[in-house]
């Protein structure tokens, strides 16, 4: 979020009567049911078709509705539609082999696996006077609309975390694979390494990644970049620079003693610029995380040095300006007063105001941090946290460097066969091993990208326990901001505002919003508040 950034107009999430989708309300009578069944290859045996089958019959005989048909869809895959799905689009349609009313399935994720093909789904139902049963969730569509989707939203959320929990795994995996060498320079952290096959190969420069270690602690903890490379300087760690003409001394077999070195001399700008670094996490010397916490304290020294205050109030960074979007300054205003009997009264009051001084009047500390809180709460209590994952473009070079040490080690055996056959397999087995290399040359690069990935925890529990100071870095790491100003007439504008990329981060809010206005209302901060119209009333004291 830079301050240049022009602002973003908030959409308004309302649309016009007509078009809204129609509704023709379900009524048990004929009811019947089509019983869903979908297992994919990889599914487990609590979730074999024939168990799916047996919960949903337990379910239409405790409910005496007759069966229609049992629909199994065998070897597909949950993100294909279920319209497109072979067994379930002949009942999806205008013209099903016989009448139904009810679709049951055992498990929601069995029919949809994103809140966009649930929602089109249900339109499609509700439009027709049929209903849709999860039965591990409780899902009834019948019951109403709000019910239904906080159900809903619910659920997803489960189930993302559980599906994201697996490629968080692979993430990692893939965070460890280091791009090839090139010959120009390379990050502090990183050494290049020969391959037994020739070329060369990024490796860890154990000894610069434990210094960037001990710096990520330093920032971690509120220490400044002066205070670091202070540090740096005390206890005589060359500069990147001189660390690179040391390795390359090493390299040509010279003794890195004797070079002409630089000095200890770190720069503050550099030392920040480093500590950035994307590519530090690309080769898994900083966890994605760790270096968002780094950032997140640097750029609040360096706000705090520019405004001359060192100390951050609770809601510092937090709370923006909703026209600006410069982050609101806080001001403690004293004054005394002298009543008529003699004796004084002294007012401490807190404010916030935009940092202008242009956009609306200041407000009271004690009326917005509550009210950035609840707003907080409101919208994201149940969403799952997810974390900002930098993936590294994928260009293959790590597996053709693997193939290549395989080929060069399987054809130093060849003078070793025994026999012309081994001889003949060996440079067999060789060929195939470079068809696979240029397969793999040929195959695209993938230029990798950010990723966000679940934990298990909801932004509720994230937070809770969390002093207000950790809770405040956190809110920053991830770029929340509560944008709130008071207009000159009095009333409010108020929302929080999301992250980059944040329909990634949090689909459930995104799809939810695209799709609560179908019902006629927005979503609006201030319409979710507890607030009286108008907005909150500052009380006299
Ligand atoms: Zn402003």
Redesign the pocket.
């Known amino acids: 979020m830079s301050a240049t950034a022009p602002r973003k107009r908030r959409r308004r999430f309302k649309k016009q009567a007509s078009d809204r989708p129609v509704v023709v309300p379900f009524t048990p009578d004929n009811d019947a049911a089509v019983c869903y069944v979908r297992q994919s290859h990889f599914t487990d045996e609590s979730m074999s078709s024939d168990v799916q089958a047996q919960d949903t019959h337990r379910w239409t005989n405790a409910y005496g509705v007759p069966v229609a048909a049992t629909v199994e869809d065998l070897h597909v895959s949950g993100d294909l539609e279920p319209h497109k799905r072979s067994g379930l689009k002949l009942w999806l349609s205008d013209a099903p082999p016989q009448p139904w009313k009810t679709l049951v399935v055992s498990k929601l994720d069995r029919l949809v696996r994103n809140v966009m093909d649930a929602l089109n789904l249900l339109e499609w139902l509700r439009a027709r006077g049929k209903r849709l049963i999860a039965i591990a969730e409780g899902i009834d569509s019948s019951n109403s609309m709000s019910e239904f989707l906080i159900t809903l939203i619910a659920a997803f959320a489960r189930m993302e975390r559980e599906r994201m929990r697996e490629r968080f795994k692979d993430s990692k995996a893939k965070l460890k694979e280091a791009g090839r060498w090139a010959g120009e320079g390379h990050i502090y952290g990183t050494k290049p390494v020969q391959l037994p096959g020739g070329g060369w190969i990024l490796g860890l420069d154990q000894y610069a990644v434990k210094i960037l270690h001990k710096l990520s602690r330093m920032a971690r903890t509120g220490k400044s970049l002066t205070e670091m490379c202070d540090w740096l300087a005390d206890n005589k760690i060359v500069t990147p620079r001189d660390r690179q003409l040391q390795l390359a001394a090493e390299r040509r077999g010279e003794d890195p003693a004797t070079v002409d070195l630089k000095g200890y001399e770190w720069g503050t700008s550099v030392l920040r610029r480093l500590l950035e670094n994307p590519d530090l996490v690309e080769f898994g010397i900083f966890e994605p995380a760790e270096q968002a916490e780094i950032s997140a304290r640097l750029e609040e020294k360096a706000r705090r040095k520019t405004r001359g205050s060192n100390q951050p109030y609770p809601f510092s960074g937090v709370l923006v ?6 982050p609101l300054w806080h001001r403690i205003a004293h004054s005394k007063r002298t009543r008529t009997d003699g004796t004084t009264v002294e007012y401490h009051n807190e404010y916030w105001h ?3 001084y ?3 009047s200041s407000m009271r500390a004690d009326v917005i941090e509550p009210l950035a809180e609840q707003a907080f709460y409101k919208i994201f209590a149940m969403v799952p946290v997810r974390e900002r994952i930098v993936l590294p473009p994928t260009t293959h070079e790590n597996e053709i460097a693997k193939l290549e040490r395989e080929h060069a080690k399987l054809m130093s055996g060849v003078a070793r066969a025994k026999s012309p056959e081994d001889r003949r397999r060996i440079v067999d087995d060789g060929d195939k091993i470079l068809a696979d290399i240029d397969t793999l040359r040929a195959l695209p690069a993938d230029p990798g990208g950010v990723q966000w990935v679940s934990t298990d925890r909801t932004w509720q529990q994230e937070l809770v326990g969390m002093s207000p100071e950790d809770r405040r870095l956190r809110w920053l790491e991830l770029g929340f901001a509560f944008a709130v ?1 008071k207009r000159p007439d009095g009333t409010w504008s108020a929302g929080w505002r999301l992250p980059d990329g944040w329909q990634e981060a949090m689909p459930e809010i995104a799809e939810w919003a695209e799709r609560i206005a179908d019902t006629g209302a927005t979503i609006e901060i201030t319409d979710l508040l507890d607030w009286p119209t108008g907005g909150p009333t500052e009380s006299k004291r």
């Open positions: 300006c909703a026209d600006c979007l410069e935009c940092p202008n242009e956009h609306g100003q």
